[in-house]
Nanobody, 115 residues
Framework: VRLVESGGGLVQPGGSLRLSCAASGFTFSSKNMRWYRQAAGKEREWVALINSAGGSTNYADSVKGRFTISRDNAKNMVYLQMNSLKPEDTAVYYC?????????WGQGTQVTVSS
């Protein structure tokens, strides 16, 4: 299982970023996918979930209405569109899935929201 995140960077408050996660090594279309984030000095927190078919999504209250999770099962990709970014969204963002009782994580991508 391999998950590789990309798309992070520095953005001003109110700006947007689109994160991508490339998945390989498992049957992507059969697995729910999640985004998590971890700010410096804080615990990792769940951000968003999308089911295997892409028809159902769920969000943490802190990002609801601003972030959108999506996936492309033909490309084995999952995305996180982040709009109206706030300084408190600054964190390392991780792609995640569970398989065989184990959690798998990518290396993360840094998102910094600052003026």
């Amino acid at each position: 299982v391999r998950l590789v995140e990309s798309g992070g960077g520095l953005v001003q408050p109110g700006g947007s970023l689109r994160l991508s996660c490339a998945a390989s090594g498992f049957t992507f279309s059969s697995k729910n996918m999640r985004w998590y984030r971890q700010a410096a000095g804080k615990e990792r927190e769940w951000v968003a979930l999308i089911n295997s078919a892409g028809g159902s999504t769920n969000y943490a209250d802190s990002v609801k209405g601003r972030f959108t999770i999506s996936r492309d099962n033909a490309k084995n990709m999952v995305y996180l569109q982040m709009n109206s970014l706030k300084p408190e969204d600054t964190a390392v963002y991780y792609c995640n899935t569970g398989l065989g009782g184990y959690d798998y994580w990518g290396q993360g991508t840094q998102v910094t929201v600052s003026s």
